[in-house]
Nanobody
Framework: QVQLVESGGGLVQAGGSLRLSCAASGSIFSIHTMGWYRQAPEKQRDLVATITSGGSSNYADSVKGRFTISRDNAKNTVYLQMNSLKPEDTAVYYC??????????????WGQGTLVTVSS
């Protein structure tokens, strides 16, 4: 099995920063694209940012210039540095990864989510 474990969420004031981490573990042959999504109360889950194994990144317009996604392939970990946070960034943040497991099967794996709350 492959698991993703997120950390780094919490409560921050508007204008502040947080750094989320997501580590993959288990029977992993390779990890391809990794990403962060978020879901605010009573809203759908939306893309925040993705990053390929080669380091190419993609961002939602709402976070461009404020958030930075990065990854450490040696640690099977993806990060999300969030700066200039706004109350509308409040959501549960989920990481996901496209993984080839030890049986060479392709899986899309999701983490359990971490809550980010931005107070005004």
């Amino acid at each position: 099995q492959v698991q993703l474990v997120e950390s780094g969420g919490g409560l921050v004031q508007a204008g502040g920063s947080l750094r989320l981490s997501c580590a993959a573990s288990g029977s992993i042959f390779s990890i391809h694209t990794m990403g962060w999504y978020r879901q605010a109360p009573e809203k759908q889950r939306d893309l925040v940012a993705t990053i390929t194994s080669g380091g190419s990144s993609n961002y939602a317009d709402s976070v461009k210039g404020r958030f930075t996604i990065s990854r450490d392939n040696a640690k099977n970990t993806v990060y999300l540095q969030m700066n200039s946070l706004k109350p509308e960034d409040t959501a549960v943040y989920y990481c996901n990864a496209d993984v080839r497991n030890g049986n060479l099967q392709f899986l899309r794996v999701w983490g359990q989510g971490t809550l980010v709350t931005v107070s005004s």
